[in-house]
């Protein structure tokens, strides 16, 4: 999130027009394009994030926050950490161990993805085959690729890979003037 502005122990970030779970809350799920572009930016963010050993520890659409701009913002680190430390908390449905590890950030994301495509959360434990995620409502090129991550371990940027389409586009953001559902953020320096 961009700094706004900032004074001695204040810091103001931009607001969020929306969140992933704002659009699906009003659509009810993503195109495949859709669902790419969220997965492949997500990813991309995890990317910089693991890369200097923070694990997020709570991806999920309510956490990816979507910008007047068309971009894409990672959100919530309260329940982040370094790689390895103890997991304070994290999304119940998300597959996560008790010490913080990136994989987990990654099968939260492809949660999130199965989300977006299907409409709905699912258990990302279960091996899905694309025959069923295309059942349940996945786009069929997608249930394939989805099907694939469910089966192997992937870093994020391998998962980003993974879904690369040339028509990967984030969703446009929900009316802005919904019940402040994504407020602005303002942190206090102690």
Known sequence: ???????????????????????????????????????IAAANALVRCH???????????ANLLLSGDGELWLADFDASGATGDDRTRASPHRGAGPVLRPVDDVTALISTALECAIGHPVDPSVPWSALQLTQLGCPADLAAELAVALRRTLSAAAFASLLARDDAALPSPSAPNQADRTPTVEFSVI
């Not at 704002?22 to 009810?28: E, K, P, Q, S, T």
């Not at 799920?29 to 859709?34: D, H, I, K, Y």
């Not at 923070?54 to 659409?61: A, L, N, R, T, Y």
């Open 1 to 39: 999130m961009p700094l706004v502005d900032h004074d001695d122990d204040t810091l103001v970030l931009a607001a969020a027009r929306c969140s992933v779970a704002d659009v699906l809350a009003d659509r009810g799920r993503l195109s495949a394009a859709e669902t790419r572009g969220v997965v």
């Open 51 to 61: 890369g200097h050993r923070v694990v997020h520890g709570d991806i999920k659409p």
